[in-house]
């Protein structure tokens, strides 16, 4: 998501005030309602492993593109922090057994270890398998080998 600010104000007395005009120009924007003080925020939906999730590396690409867009999360912005794309896939597929390996990279069911910033340059989010020869790649192992 890209957004433009015009007359951006910031007061900080008597209470923290921000205020602009606010033009989308590329992405989505979901307006939302802070809950009631005291109460928790609705969980977001979650979603069924779909087949071929942990063999088809288009199925697991889009499963990573659709929780990356509801969790708003942008492929520069979590650079070298892996554990908010893995919060962020945990909250869409909550069966999903992805952890974060030592490398700070995604490890995905069927596939090992993926690099998923590698195109956050021409601002995107890819899903590239490391090679086995890459140095830190890790092989996906069940939660109870962990």
Known sequence: MRV????LTIAVAPALTITADVELLEGRLVPTTPPPPGTDPPPAPTLPLPPGFDSNPGVARAMLFHAMDEAGLTAVGVQRHGDQIVAALKRTYPDLDVYLSPSDAPVWPGFGSVDVTIDSG??????????????GRVAWVPQAQR
């Open 4 to 7: 433009k600010l015009t007359n």
């Open 122 to 135: 021409k601002g995107g989010f890819a899903f590239q398998v490391d090679a086995p020869s890459k140095r």
